[in-house]
T-cell receptor
């Protein structure tokens, strides 16, 4: 979706290193999400945020951290505590309201060197 | 968000055959959304179902929401190679912005 930009498209991390994945949206959406996708595992929710300066853990938050200082931005940091970070990471946003569709970015593929 | 089971996990069909994927929940859902992810791409919203027994069609795709709002299905008539991808359901819950997805059904079509 043109309204959500994830960068970089590919990212490599060394052992013991923290890396930050960027997600920016210009859709004026309040809610933003981070998912992790592994082959055969579908989409697993890492963190989500409904409003600026507030966020909640998803199902697999361990080893990750987020911030929501601006409405447009929801960066995800993959910390060294995440022992198996190799995956495809997807950011999404939507208007608040459980019947609103999600819009996804193109994703970031993270690999370990 | 609600948890759902999506079946089958994989489906391989010959072009022109029909395809169906099912999404089942043990609890009543307020709504359900369906998404399609093409290989190498990101999920794209297809449709949302809200009412008990609701049926919606998009060309060759038919979406249904069960009478008890605990299950949903996506049926594709006469598959084409452009239908290849993974189809996900995502149940919604009133009052919650948490959105989780089923594990998806990966469809491959043999031309």
């Amino acid at each position: 979706d043109g309204g959500i930009t994830q960068s970089p498209k590919y990212l490599f991390r060394k052992e013991g290193q923290n890396v930050t994945l960027s997600c920016e949206q210009n859709l004026n959406h309040d809610a933003m999400y981070w998912y992790r996708q592994d082959p055969g595992q579908g989409l697993r929710l890492i963190y989500y945020s409904q409003i600026v300066n507030d966020f909640q853990k998803g199902d697999i938050a361990e080893g990750y951290s987020v911030s929501r200082e601006k409405k447009e931005s929801f960066p995800l940091t993959v910390t060294s505590a995440q022992k198996n970070p190799t995956a495809f990471y997807l950011c999404a946003s939507r208007r608040v309201g459980s019947n609103q569709p999600q819009h996804f970015g193109d994703g970031t593929r993270l690999s370990i060197l | 968000g609600q948890q759902v089971m999506q079946i089958p996990q994989y489906q391989h069909v010959q072009e022109g055959e029909d395809f169906t994927t099912y999404c089942n929940s043990s609890t009543t859902l307020s709504n359900i959304q369906w998404y399609k992810q093409r290989p190498g791409g990101h999920p794209v919203f297809l449709i949302q179902l809200v009412k008990s027994g609701e049926v919606k069609k998009q060309k060759r795709l038919t979406f249904q929401f069960g009478e008890a709002k605990k299950n949903s299905s996506l049926h594709i008539t006469a598959t084409q190679t452009t239908d290849v991808g993974t189809y996900f359901c995502a149940p919604g819950a009133d009052g919650s912005e948490k959105l989780v997805f089923g594990k998806g059904t990966k469809l491959t079509v043999n031309p």
